[in-house]
């Protein structure tokens, strides 16, 4: 399994079948679709999906409904091509097994509603990865790599650091990662690397690197 971390919460998987993009959102370059064979998004937010994205290739895309709902409305023409997901659901996306994680986005003030939000645990030739969306919902099962989101509105460091010491994936990647600027990027990386326990490494990666 390569994985490739792009702009914000966007990352490519390349598993044994094909290629899989997750959340090419706002932020990130319409580049990190190239090859793509299919498209998983997490819930509605715009630096998680960007319909003219979606526009740039003719590929399948799995979502939860409120995204299927506002594609429908913004870009039926992506409508077309979406497979509405639910929390528990066990599918193949081009050659990668996916379970669909969590049905919820974190709180970023308890006067907003709660957003829906799903996460994918995806799984091919032996490795598994979790991107947990807008969520700090844990995957229940073991994983080999955490994509772990470190900058947001509803995020603070310590509920960064708790998340990936409760996941215990051997390797965690920092997504969602434009909020803050390298200094503070740099901040977490240092607290990850001070507190996390043994057997669990923290990484950054620039856009277009791969872990």
Sequence with gaps: MRITKFGHACVRV????????????????????????AVLITHEHADHVHPPHLRGL?????????????????APDVAERVTVVRPGDRLEVAGTAVEVVGEKHAVIHPDYPRFDNSGYVLSSGGSSVYHPGDSLTAPGRTVDVLLAPVSAPWLKVGEAIDFVREVAAPTSLGIHDCVYSDIGLAMVEQHMHNLLPDGQAFERRQPGEDL
């Design 14 to 37: 390349q598993g044994e079948g094909g290629t899989v993009v997750i959340d090419p959102g706002s932020f990130t370059d319409a580049s990190a679709l190239d090859g793509a064979d």
């Design 58 to 74: 003719d590929v399948p895309v799995w979502t939860i409904d409120a995204v299927a709902r506002m594609l429908r409305e913004h």
